[in-house]
């Protein structure tokens, strides 16, 4: 089957850095995208990678290793409205495209 | 900027019953994707819809139908509606077949009882 898995839970105080891991099992795999969803909302579109490498987008950056199956989200001088769920998410290309969600891992910003 | 529009927000239906919801692509969008995410869970691929035509299926009962309409705008069909059914659905569109960044609307909140 299908799956990714990442932390639960992470906590952080504001200003700091924190990694939020993924691991995948997949079939059919594109690339890793990162979203990002508070409570209650709509998911919002973060970063992807396709290749190996980092990715950097202002205070977030992704980083994949296709060969370790492993990617990870980077968040830097973190503030309290980071507070969230993010999800990493396998693209998987069969007939169609479709995005395959790990559990989410739960971000609490501290003071 | 236009964004995805869901409707209705939020429903509640008893067992049984069938919904509705319909979702409003992101103008230029050509492609769709439904999802189901039950409390503090993950968002669950559903079906997907390419240019009116059914591109991918997910973990979607067979008590659930959906389409992409002539406009692109798309409904997903609820039918004999359980208690499990209860749950955020989201709507995504994004342009050309596959993509990575899938830009997803409010949701409709479906609470069967």
């Known amino acids: 089957g299908q799956s990714l898995e990442q932390p639960s839970e992470v906590t952080a105080v504001e200003g700091a850095i924190v990694q939020i891991n993924c691991t995948y099992q997949?079939?059919?795999?594109?690339?890793l995208s990162w979203y990002q969803q508070h409570d209650g909302g709509a998911p919002t579109f973060l970063s992807y990678?396709?290749?190996?490498g980092l990715e950097e987008t202002g205070r977030f950056s992704s980083f994949l290793s296709r060969s370790d199956s492993y990617g990870y989200l980077l968040l830097q001088e973190l503030q309290m409205k980071d507070s969230a769920s993010y999800f990493c998410?396998?693209?998987?290309?069969?007939?169609?495209?479709?995005?395959?969600f790990g559990q989410g891992t739960e971000l609490s910003v501290k003071p | 900027a236009a964004g995805v529009i869901q409707s209705p927000r939020h429903l509640i239906k008893e067992k049984r019953e069938t919904a509705t919801l319909k979702c409003y692509p992101i103008?230029?969008?050509?492609?769709v994707y439904w999802y189901q995410q039950g409390p503090g869970q993950d968002p669950q691929f559903l079906i997907s819809?390419?240019?009116?035509?059914?591109?991918d299926k997910g973990s979607i009962p067979d008590r659930f139908s959906a389409q992409q309409f002539s406009d692109y705008h798309s409904e997903l069909n609820m039918s004999s509606l359980e208690l499990g059914d209860s749950a955020l659905y989201f709507c995504?569109?994004?342009?050309?077949?596959?993509?990575?960044?899938?830009?997803f609307g409010p949701g409709t909140r479906l609470t069967v009882t």
């Open positions: 819809f390419y240019e009116k035509m059914q591109s």
């Open positions: 990678n396709a290749l190996d």
């Open positions: 997949t079939s059919g795999f594109y690339g």
């Open positions: 995504a569109s994004s342009l050309g077949g596959s993509s990575y960044e899938q830009y």
């Open positions: 998410a396998a693209m998987i290309y069969n007939q169609g495209g479709k995005l395959i």
């Open positions: 103008p230029r969008h050509d492609t």
